[in-house]
Each structure stands twice: as C-alpha cells, then as structure tokens.
Nanobody
Framework: QVQLVESGGGLVQAGGSLRLSCAAS????????MAWFRHAPGKKREFVAA????????YYADSVKGRFTSSRDSSVNTMYLQMNSLKPEDAAVYYC?????????????????WGQGTQVTVSS
C-alpha cells in the first residue's frame, strides 16, 4: 500500500523559508518518481517540483526555479521541499505525489498516489 504523508507547512512572512517533508513507505520511495504540487483557492492544481529515483535529477516549475529545492533521503524514505524567498503567491496546500514513470512527466493525471496535503500560508 502506497502511503505519503506531508508535514512542515505553516505560516511564514514573505521572504521567509519553510521546509516541507513527505514521508513514504520504503517500497514507494525506492520505486517511484516523486513530486510536489500545490493547490490554491480558485486556481488549478499546479506542478511545483519533481525528483527522480536516485535524487540526481530534479525539475521545477518556472515560478519556483531558483527559490525551491527538492531532495530525497533514502535512509529515512523522505522527500523534502526547501522553500526560500517565499512570496504571497506561493500560499497553497502542498501535496506530494508519486508515480512509476519518467520524472519530467508532471501532469497530475500521471500520479496515482497522493498525500493529504499541508497548508502553506505566506503573509505579506
């Protein structure tokens, strides 16, 4: 059974930083490409970042490139999203997701497995 559990969301001032975590079962972590998405009220779900199985390849949405960094630690079966220089427009519920395909395949429909989400709020 695939389980993804996000944590680390919260309230931060614009310009601040947060680190999100996504804990996965061992099988999931070793077998699946993983990614971060976000969903803000009134907007469509948006791809944020993806990382390949080994962690050597990452891919980012233009809106977060240079500010967000995705990484994964196989010793604890956890993926991270380090978010720096946060902007009010980054506020959303952030989800981690997993699929068995190429890490640059980032359409939400490609991902069969999702976490429950963690809220990120950025005050201006």
């Amino acid at each position: 059974q695939v389980q993804l559990v996000e944590s680390g969301g919260g309230l931060v001032q614009a310009g601040g930083s947060l680190r999100l975590s996504c804990a996965a079962s061992r099988y999931t972590f070793s077998a699946y490409t993983m990614a971060w998405f976000r969903h803000a009220p009134g907007k469509k779900r948006e791809f944020v970042a993806a990382i390949n199985l080994s962690g050597s390849g990452t891919y980012y949405a233009d809106s977060v490139k240079g500010r967000f960094t995705s990484s994964r630690d196989s010793s604890v079966n956890t993926m991270y999203l380090q978010m720096n220089s946060l902007k009010p427009e980054d506020a959303a519920v952030y989800y981690c997701a997993a699929h068995a395909g190429y890490f640059r395949n980032t359409s939400p429909s490609m991902f069969p497995y999702w976490g429950q989400g963690t809220q990120v709020t950025v005050s201006s």
